[in-house]
Antibody
Framework: EMQLLESGGGLVQSGGSLRLSCAAS????????MSWVRQAPGKGLEWVSG????????YYADSVKGRFTISRDNSKNTLYLQMNSLRGEDTAVYYCAKDWHLAVWGQGTLVTVSS | DVVMTQSPLSLPVTLGQPASISCRSSQSLVYSDGNTYLNWFQQRPGQSPRRLIY???NRDSGVPDRFSGSGSGTDFTLKISRVEAEDVGVFYCMQGTHWPLTFGGGTKVEIK
């Protein structure tokens, strides 16, 4: 069974940093692009970032460009999202998802940015 | 960015009756490879989203056949032939043709 398990969320002050991880299992992680999607409390879904299967190509939403960095370690079947210069509007549940078309989702990890 | 517009915002439905959700994009979603990357997701209360439909009309594994997707170009529809209690939640369309990927605002399906 394909599974994604996010971790690393928590409470951080405005301007701070956090690194999220997503551990994948049940599929050949190194063969698939991966994505991060977030959902602010009571709001809809927002695509945040994506990375190609090799890690050679990365994409970002304008709202996080220059502050967030997506990466992956195919030897560890793990996806990462380094988040710097965090703002209140970054408060959300962050989901990792399999491939560009979000075929499988994790359970999410909550990031709360306090002022 | 491609704007995805869903309607209605809220959809009260009687159990066993059909339901239909519209999704319109501000640009054509036909990609250079000929595919149209329009997906539908369901988010039940308190759960993560799950994909129901990919490339307009292809059901994901395990998705009941009462769900169907149709459309082309900029105009798409998700239909539920007979709504069941487990279908309550928010449905989102998403385009995967143009960067950045963008979602519709969501349609909340509830039982009357």
């Amino acid at each position: 069974e394909m599974q994604l398990l996010e971790s690393g969320g928590g409470l951080v002050q405005s301007g701070g940093s956090l690194r999220l991880s997503c551990a994948a299992s049940g599929f050949t992680f190194s063969s698939y692009a991966m994505s991060w999607v977030r959902q602010a409390p009571g709001k809809g879904l927002e695509w945040v970032s994506g990375i190609s299967f090799s890690g050679g190509d990365t994409y970002y939403a304008d709202s996080v460009k220059g502050r967030f960095t997506i990466s992956r370690d195919n030897s560890k079947n793990t996806l990462y999202l380094q988040m710097n210069s965090l703002r209140g509007e970054d408060t959300a549940v962050y989901y990792c998802a399999k491939d560009w078309h979000l075929a499988v989702w994790g359970q999410g990890t909550l990031v709360t940015v306090s002022s | 960015d491609v704007v995805m517009t869903q309607s209605p915002l809220s959809l009260p439905v009687t159990l066993g009756q059909p339901a239909s959700i519209s999704c319109r994009s501000s640009q054509s979603l036909v990609y250079s490879d000929g595919n149209t990357y329009l997906n539908w997701f369901q988010q039940r209360p308190g759960q993560s989203p799950r994909r129901l439909i990919y490339k307009v009309s292809n059901r994901d594994s395990g998705v009941p056949d009462r769900f169907s997707g149709s459309g082309s170009g900029t105009d798409f529809t998700l239909k539920i032939s007979r709504v069941e209690a487990e279908d309550v939640g928010v449905f989102y369309c998403m385009q995967g043709t143009h960067w950045p990927l963008t979602f519709g605002g969501g349609t909340k399906v509830e039982i009357k």
